[in-house]
């Protein structure tokens, strides 16, 4: 299994990038990564102001946005930092830092899936 297997459901994209021509797709991939870019930055800023309940509202929109583009290993991660934050055990920046490395790894595999 290659590592874009392990990040990226080819069944779930495919499906997904059925709704797009290849240049609104390659638009829809960049325009993702600066959502998520953003969001990793509203979890990071929560986390420094120890609100967990925002923590775990952004982590579950990341999760849904990346299930929607195939991104089922990162969803899996946010769905991670949710519980975490729902839990009350507090959130770290290495919770966070795995996001941000799960969220490129999805990236690439993304851009690979376009063409980018």
Do not use: Y
Not at 14 to 34: G, I, K, P, Q, Y
Not at 46 to 61: G, K, M
Not at 63 to 92: F, K, N, P, W
């Amino acid at each position: 299994m290659n590592k874009d297997a392990a990040v990226l459901d080819r069944a779930l994209f495919d499906e997904f990038a059925e709704l797009f021509d290849r240049d609104e797709m390659r638009d829809v991939v960049e325009e993702w990564h600066a959502d998520v870019s953003q969001a990793l930055q509203i979890i990071e800023d929560a986390r420094q102001r120890d609100d967990p309940a925002e923590v775990a509202r952004i982590a579950h929109r990341t999760a849904g946005g990346g299930l929607a583009i195939g991104a089922t290993s990162l969803a899996a991660v946010c769905d991670g930092l949710r519980e975490l934050a729902e839990s009350g055990a507090g959130v770290t920046a290495g919770d966070v830092e795995r996001i941000r490395r799960a969220a490129e790894a999805t990236h690439r595999a993304l851009e690979n899936a376009v063409g980018l």
